[in-house]
């Protein structure tokens, strides 16, 4: 499982640990990934995603899930996450037609 959010694609950064002394030691800097489950108004269900804290905050401002995928591009989005904005695109277009 890599350390990559599924929706805003937010990865490792690495740097230096800089000492008092300014020794520097090479570092990794993990993103804050949670597992959440969140609804899906188009598609009726639940969807299991790991993303970054912040993505979370960004999904909750947007208006959710949907609201979030239909601004979000494809270059940034997972594999899962593009299959997910199809399902949502095609179920939407479906209900205005």
């Not at 959010?5 to 993990?30: A, D, I, P, W, Y």
């Not at 597992?35 to 639940?46: D, G, I, M, Q």
């Not at 970054?52 to 940034?76: P, W, Y």
């Not at 997972?78 to 399902?87: G, V």
Request: proline share 1%.
């Amino acid at each position: 499982m890599s350390r990559r959010c599924e929706l805003t694609g937010k990865g490792v950064q690495t740097g230096n640990l800089v000492s008092h002394s300014n020794r520097k030691t090479r570092t990794r800097f993990l993103p804050n990934l949670v597992n959440v489950t969140l609804a899906s108004e188009a598609l009726a269900r639940s969807v299991r995603l790991r993303i970054s804290a912040a993505a979370l905050r960004s999904v909750e401002h947007r208006g959710g899930l949907d609201a979030f995928l239909a601004k979000a591009s494809n270059d940034e989005l997972s594999q899962n996450a593009r299959e997910l904005k199809r399902e949502i695109e095609k179920k939407q277009a479906g209900a205005t037609a």
